[in-house]
């Protein structure tokens, strides 16, 4: 079974920077596509990134430009970095696997953007 463990969340100043990381481990052979998302109290899960097995990325219209999704599949972790930090970006962020048909949620980080 597949577990995914997110760190590197905190609270940050507006203008700040945070990179997320997503580690697996568990039984897992191959090359998945991951993604970020992240949930802000009372609002619906959204999508932050994804990225595929090859690499290629697509992201949330609200994060264009400031984040950037990468990954490492040596150490079979993906990573966030994310800048230009604004007080809307505070949510509990959240990375998944998918593989064919089974997704799989980490337990998320806090991310709190304030002055």
């Known amino acids: 079974q597949v577990q995914l463990v997110e760190s590197g969340g905190g609270l940050v100043q507006p203008g700040g920077s945070l990179r997320l990381s997503c580690a697996t481990s568990?039984?897992?052979?191959?090359?998945?596509?991951m993604g970020w998302y992240r949930q802000a109290p009372g609002k619906q899960r959204e999508l932050v990134a994804t990225?595929?097995?090859?690499?290629?990325?697509n992201y949330g219209d609200s994060v264009k430009g400031r984040f950037t999704i990468s990954r490492d599949n040596a150490k079979n972790t993906v990573y966030l970095r994310m800048n230009s930090l604004k007080p809307e970006d505070t949510a509990v962020y959240f990375c998944n696997l998918l593989q064919g048909v089974a997704l799989t949620w980490g337990q998320g980080t806090q991310v709190t953007v304030s002055s």
């Open positions: 568990g039984s897992i052979t191959g090359i998945y596509p």
């Open positions: 990225i595929t097995s090859g690499g290629s990325t």
